[in-house]
């Protein structure tokens, strides 16, 4: 068993669908998380705001790199949200096996549908050792 300072775990938010209002779809842009390991979660708060049968679903997706093809990562879909009050979800994530690089996809429908998003990822820091 390792001394208390080195049983510290670091968790780290990152932002990756910043807070802020969605109206149509749209491919947040991608973040490196190579720097985080093991489980995690992705937070995310919707608030429904107007529209006639508003909509709003998301998705994490991954890609190797940056600007390369994204693709959804299972089981990392919300619930669907429609009206009502504000809608926390949190999603499991195994960083470690991620690619390198993720974003946040919103879906939203319905006519003039207007919701107010926010997304934000938890996970540990990777350890290293020193030399």
């Known amino acids: ?4 300072a ?6 780290t938010p990152l932002a990756l669908g910043a807070a802020g209002r969605v109206s149509a779809d749209a491919n947040q842009t991608g973040v490196d998380v190579t720097g985080f390991e093991g489980w995690g979660r992705v937070d995310v708060s ?8 508003p909509t709003y679903d998301g998705k ?3 890609s190797d790199t940056l600007g390369g093809t994204y693709t959804d990562v299972s089981g990392a879909a919300i619930v669907q ?8 979800q949190s999603l499991k994530v195994n960083w470690s096996a991620i690619k390198s690089f993720v974003r ?5 429908g319905g006519t003039s549908p207007v ?10 820091q990777k350890s290293y050792s020193p030399s």
């Not at 068993?1 to 208390?4: I, N």
């Not at 080195?6 to 968790?11: I, Y």
């Not at 946040?104 to 939203?108: G, H, I, P």
């Open 1 to 4: 068993m390792g001394s208390p």
């Open 6 to 11: 080195h049983d510290l775990t670091v968790e």
């Open 46 to 53: 919707v608030t429904p705001v107007s529209g006639t049968t």
């Open 60 to 62: 994490l997706q991954e």
């Open 81 to 88: 949200v429609t009206t009502g009050a504000t809608v926390l």
């Open 104 to 108: 946040w996809a919103d879906d939203v």
């Open 115 to 124: 919701y107010d998003r926010c997304v934000l990822a938890q996970g540990a």
